[in-house]
């Protein structure tokens, strides 16, 4: 395989960068995120992107368990130099697919516990960790990994729906519930966490009260049509400030119009341009890990999930590079 040493000509702290899409084109090369190194061919990692194929915590839709593989091929053609953002990602640090973490589909317990036991073990030799889903469970044992390595976080957490219940069908641990059992568990930093893109039908008003005592800002999403990109975007600064950063984006934040391969839709969600828009509005912050989950496949058309996916994956690794 024909690697391109140092892609990008800026800081260039990559030790190897994607491959070369002018040798080979980007439909062919290995199946890695973005067409990146392997986690195994690097000896330094500033970002590993890893997948987490789990989605037996859904509780409508399934398939996200398809998701890393999914992402990873809707990011073929991500290219080395963002201009918006004036940095190449893959450039100034070392970013490697370090594979998928392979976890139980019959116990969520167990699964919880691999999780977090593979988020750890890759946090050992590489700096930070860019997640892809699998559904919104992951979200707590990645937390646990990231906490027990950078200390308390400042959660900012992208979706439809508030993932703060209680438990579900007797459950405590599935995808509607990692931000309450997280915050059970002391991960957050008191008065720094929020929701973006919130919309949809609740159960009662009692879900929304609960979530304020659990120390989230919500910022809605008629809130973000009425505020703009910058206003959210200057919101967000406001409440992390310069404290640890975890940024969680469940797909389904954007509209179904936008990504319509995920498990449990919304209607007037947020669009791809405003989302992308918010994230580099965020340039600056200190940005310690993040995941991207919620895609399922099977009810995407023409990649366009998995495509708005690998690009916010793009932002994120571009936040990481500018981190504050
Ligand atoms: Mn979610
Ligand atoms: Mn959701």
Redesign the pocket.
């Known amino acids: 395989m024909k690697i391109n040493e140092g892609e990008s000509g800026a800081a260039g702290h990559a030790e190897r960068g994607p491959i070369d899409a002018s040798r080979i084109p980007r439909f062919a090369g290995p199946p890695t995120f973005a067409l990146l190194p392997r986690r195994d061919e690097v000896t330094h990692c500033d970002v590993a992107v890893v997948g987490v194929p789990f989605d037996s915590g859904t509780s409508y839709r399934p398939g996200a368990r398809f998701g890393p593989a999914a992402v990873r091929q809707g990011s073929r053609l991500l290219r080395p130099w963002h201009p918006g953002l004036q940095v190449a990602p893959f450039g100034v640090q070392q970013v490697a697919d370090a594979g998928d973490i392979a976890c139980n589909p019959f116990d969520i317990k167990e699964a919880i516990d691999q999780i977090e036991a593979g988020a750890t073990a890759l946090l050992t030799s590489a700096g930070h960790l860019l997640a892809i889903g699998g559904?919104?469970t992951i979200?707590y044992p990645l937390l646990c990994a990231t906490r027990q390595r950078f200390g308390p976080l400042a959660l900012v957490?992208f979706?439809?729906?508030l993932?703060t219940w209680q438990t579900y069908f007797g459950a405590p641990l599935t995808?509607?519930t990692?931000f309450r059992r997280a915050a059970e568990d002391g991960l957050f930093l008191n008065g720094h966490s929020m929701h973006i893109g919130i919309r949809g039908p609740l159960y009662a008003p009692s879900d929304l009260t609960e979530d304020a005592e659990l120390g989230f800002q919500i910022i809605s999403a008629m809130d973000v049509g009425r505020t703009g990109i910058d206003g959210v975007a200057a919101a967000i600064r406001a409440q992390v400030g310069d404290r640890p950063v975890y940024l969680?984006i469940?797909i389904?934040v954007l509209d179904p119009a936008h990504a319509p391969g995920t498990g449990?839709p919304e209607a007037g969600g947020l669009t791809s341009r405003e989302l992308l828009g918010i994230l580099r509005g965020l340039a600056g912050t200190r940005l310690v890990g993040a995941d991207v989950?919620?895609v399922s496949p099977a009810y995407d058309h023409a990649e366009m999930t998995a495509v708005a996916a690998a690009h916010i994956c793009y932002e994120l690794l571009a936040l990481m590079a500018l981190r504050g």
Do not use: I, K, L, M
């Open positions: 559904d919104h979200a957490h979706d439809a729906h993932d995808h509607g990692p969680s469940d389904d449990t989950v919620e």
